[in-house]
């Protein structure tokens, strides 16, 4: 048996699917997908199949010509789920599977009205990264799989499907059902499979991109996202033509549990980027630079997850140099910095998960999952950058996309290309001390400007009493605001976090990061006139970075513990399973 992918149970020795063509029937009465799936292997195949599956209900197997073969489920592994094997006879083309997705499908979260916008008609979304397709259909849910697909979804009547797909058409059928036809041509792994099934409306944007929302927030939205088309253009000056035809998004209801997510050509978003004034654009940027740093050039598994996320804040940021300017990018690389040192010190005491290059046999990976291969993933790149020059730089990234597109790659194969294309590069960089050392190299690029220097110096002088003057605070844009906010001392009295409410306006503002970043201050200060809005937000919002962060601080005090405990009690039942899990081993950990 040969398992490259800790997370999979599939073989490499066995045959793999070229392509899938999935029916699915949506039926939010009971929660559940009927499904039928056929794996289609593009040559005649045979003998064992092994396919990743969890808690579904597999109903039974055909082979065109054969009809009904054997299968065997076996009892579910710890993070893996449960094996489904099958025997596939002599000159096997294809193989169908029918079956039903399980009650607690992680993949898929099941909204009541209640739970959108609109409050009146039910919704469904799937978020399959990292191990969780295998929760939507049997498959070999590994990146080193890479599948064309067809679909056919049924939904009631009223209600719109999207996919990670094109739209080939759809009609109503008997019954007060409609029809939602996708096709997706090009080869895309197990994780990148998505579906949403909601009242939806479109926007067009641009030539190639619209956005997708409830009707009520679907014009702010488009208002939000209108510079996509100017985002793409820069996006292709980096790594070549845009491969997917066609960049959609969909404004998730606020429990989408990430802040994007990029689906090929249909990225989901959380709806808490509608700031009202533009400022959260980055996240469509990063999700708009998976389309080649991802979904073209793709991590081989989890153990290589810096390949995705590195590179796509390294060109997220690229871009945004070229859209905002120098000062912009900058501040970015300092929300990061911060990121990643909570990032390195939450994982003081395992420090194997802070290396690039990772070795996650036994480990799930959400607990793997942190900024740091995001945040050290981008420096080594930037380290790179720095190193053979930005012109080198920008031939090196078109020629990796060429090499390696439609591809799932490990790291070793990123530096086997990058020893032949940059002689002497990695090597410059301590690219081994990134890969495989933990914590960062002392000799990372640091980023710095005048204003930067400037906020930090004023944050860091709070205790001494320096405040911001009026004019000075009323200058600074969303994101100078944030950095100042991250870079105050965590601990503040009650008195401290009321000033900069009354003189920063932060109960209400619509950036969700500035927003959650006060609240979490309050929160760790006990400033109860707060807890009211924390309540709100954490009523409202499941994106596990805000529940986490904000969940944290009030771990902090008894009367915010019990706050903490109230609030889950009620709204916990309305988180993805995800964040629930997350937020749920975060109060357990809470002091007695
Ligand atoms: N692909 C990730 C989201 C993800 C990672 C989902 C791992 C499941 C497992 C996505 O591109 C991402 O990184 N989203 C970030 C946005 C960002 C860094 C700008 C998020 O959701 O916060
Ligand atoms: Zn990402």
């Not at 055909?62 to 009892?75: K, Y």
């Not at 990670?164 to 939602?180: K, L, M």
């Not at 469509?284 to 996320?309: D, I, K, P, Q, Y």
């Not at 140099?321 to 990061?336: E, H």
């Amino acid at each position: 048996m040969h398992h490259t992918d800790p997370h999979s149970f599939y073989d490499e020795t066995q045959p793999s699917a070229k392509q899938l063509r999935l029916k699915l029937d949506v039926d939010f009465k009971t929660k559940r997908i009927e499904g039928e799936v056929v794996l289609v292997f593009g040559r005649p195949v045979s003998g064992l199949l092994d396919l990743d599956t969890n808690g579904l209900e597999i109903r039974g197997v055909q082979v065109p010509g054969t009809g009904e073969i054997a299968w065997t489920m076996d009892d579910p592994v710890a993070i893996l789920g449960q094996r489904l094997r099958l025997d596939l006879p002599e000159a096997t083309e294809e193989v169908t599977i029918s079956y039903r997705t399980g009650p607690e499908a992680m993949a898929l979260q099941w909204l009541d009205p209640q739970q959108t916008v609109g409050k009146t008609a039910p919704f469904l979304f799937s978020q399959c990264q990292q191990i969780h397709a295998r929760t939507l259909l049997p498959c070999q849910d590994t990146p080193l799989v890479r599948m064309a697909y067809q679909a056919e979804v049924g939904v009631p009547e009223g209600l719109t499907a999207v996919m990670s797909a094109g739209p080939v058409g759809d009609e109503a059928t008997d019954g007060g059902r409609h029809v939602f036809r996708f096709s997706m041509p090009q080869p895309i792994p197990s994780y990148l499979l998505a579906l949403a099934v909601g009242r939806l409306e479109s926007r067009e944007l641009g030539p190639r991109a619209r956005v997708w929302a409830e009707p009520e927030t679907v014009d702010a939205a488009a208002w939000e996202f209108a510079d996509v088309e100017n985002m793409i253009l820069k996006a292709e000056d980096i790594f070549g033509p845009y491969p997917w035809e066609r960049y959609d998004m969909l404004v998730l209801p606020p429990s989408f549990p990430f802040g994007g997510m990029e689906n090929p050509r249909m990225t989901f978003l959380t709806p808490t980027l509608l700031a009202g004034d533009r400022s959260l654009v980055d996240v469509v940027t990063h999700e708009l630079a998976h389309s080649w740093t991802g979904n073209l050039v793709t991590n081989a598994s989890m153990e290589h997850f810096w390949l995705n996320e590195g590179f796509t804040v390294w060109a997220e940021r690229r871009i945004l140099r070229t859209l905002q300017g120098d000062d912009a990018a900058t501040l970015s690389w300092a929300l990061g910095q911060k990121a990643l040192e909570d990032g390195l010190a939450e994982f003081k005491d395992e420090p194997q998960l802070t290396v690039l290059r990772m070795h996650l046999e036994g480990i799930a990976p959400d607990d793997a999952f942190s900024s740091i291969p995001y945040e050290k993933g981008a420096r080594l790149v930037a380290a790179l950058e720095r190193e053979v020059g930005e012109y080198k730089f920008l031939h090196f990234i078109r020629d990796y996309m060429d090499a390696f597109r439609f591809t799932s790659i490990t790291t070793e194969q990123f530096c086997a290309f990058a020893n032949d294309k940059l002689p002497g590069a990695l090597a410059a960089v301590d690219a081994h001390a990134y890969l495989d050392l933990p914590g960062m190299p002392a000799t990372a690029p640091t980023f710095r400007s005048a204003q930067l220097e400037t906020l930090i110096a004023l944050a860091a002088s709070w205790s001494q009493g320096a405040r911001p003057g009026a004019d000075q605070s009323a200058s600074w844009s969303p994101k100078e605001l944030q950095v100042f906010l991250q870079k105050l001392p965590r601990q503040l009295t009650p008195a401290d976090v009321a000033w900069l409410d009354e003189h920063l306006h932060l109960m209400n503002r619509g950036n969700h990061e500035i927003l959650v970043e006060w609240l979490t201050l309050a929160a760790a200060a006990d400033y109860e006139p707060a807890f009211f809005r924390i309540r709100e937000v954490l009523q409202r919002v499941g994106r596990m970075k805000y529940l986490r962060a904000l969940y944290s601080a009030l771990g902090l005090h008894a009367r915010t513990r019990a706050l903490a405990r109230e609030i889950f009690a009620t709204a916990g039942a309305g988180y993805h399973g995800l964040s629930r899990r997350s937020v749920r081993s975060l109060i357990d950990g809470y002091p007695a």
